[in-house]
Antibody
Framework: QVQLQESGPGLVKPSETLSLTCSVSGGSINSRYWSWIRQPPGKGLEWIGYIYYSGNTNYNPSLKSRVTISVDTSKTQFSLRLNSVTAADTAVYYC??????????WGQGTLVTVSS | QSVLTQPPSASGTPGQRVTISCSGSSSTIGNNYVHWYQQLPGTAPKLLIYRNDQRPSGVPDRFSGSKSGTSASLAISGLRSEDEADYYCAVWDGSLWIFGGGTNLAVL
């Protein structure tokens, strides 16, 4: 069974860079698309972007200028960097594999708070 | 505000049948599959319906999905207290994943 686990700082200062890593276990990271999704407190889900195992990326236009997603297949990990953060970036961040079929895996999520 | 429109709230009593709608456009729902997620408080979303009307293994047949034109619906029959959750529709439009704003379902 594929499992995903987010890790990273829970507190980031305004204007700094949010960095999270998702560790994938129980399955190969190859030949799959790996996504980041976020959810502000009390609000809905927002897809941030995905990376293919080969390194190809696609980002939500609303965040594209500030987002970088990378992958390290040797460590079966992929990462998110979001720069110039503000309080509006405070959210639970999920990593996930969304295949568009019954194969659908999410991490438990990690709360990142942007505050000085 | 999402391009997939859901009612913010819905409610029903135990045993009832409730439906949650998701309205989009030809570029979202009209030409793509709709997926539905259930999110219990404090947990990650769980896939409930994929490709309009398919249930993943382990999802009770009380949950069903349908799509017509630019709208989709999630139906829950035999409503139970544990169905109290947030429900999201989602679409892959060919370049990005789009989620509906979510519907909070209360079981009265």
């Amino acid at each position: 069974q594929v499992q995903l686990q987010e890790s990273g700082p829970g507190l980031v200062k305004p204007s700094e860079t949010l960095s999270l890593t998702c560790s994938v276990s129980g399955g190969s990271i190859n030949s799959r698309y790996w996504s980041w999704i976020r959810q502000p407190p009390g609000k809905g889900l927002e897809w941030i972007g995905y990376i293919y195992y080969s390194g190809n990326t696609n980002y939500n236009p609303s965040l594209k200028s500030r987002v970088t997603i990378s992958v390290d297949t040797s460590k079966t990990q992929f990462s998110l960097r979001l720069n110039s953060v503000t309080a509006a970036d405070t959210a639970v961040y999920y990593c996930a594999r969304l295949d568009g079929n019954s194969e659908n895996y999410w991490g438990q999520g990690t709360l990142v708070t942007v505050s000085s | 505000q999402s391009v997939l429109t859901q009612p913010p709230s819905a409610s029903g009593t135990p045993g009832q049948r409730v439906t949650i709608s998701c309205s989009g456009s030809s570029s979202t729902i009209g030409n793509n599959y709709v997926h539905w997620y259930q999110q219990l408080p404090g947990t990650a979303p769980k896939l409930l319906i994929y490709r309009n009307d398919q249930r993943p293994s382990g999802v009770p047949d009380r949950f069903s999905g349908s799509k017509s034109g630019t709208s989709a619906s999630l139906a829950i029959s035999g409503l139970r207290s544990e169905d109290e959750a947030d429900y999201y529709c989602a679409v892959w439009d060919g370049s990005l994943w789009i989620f509906g704003g979510g519907t909070n379902l209360a079981v009265l």
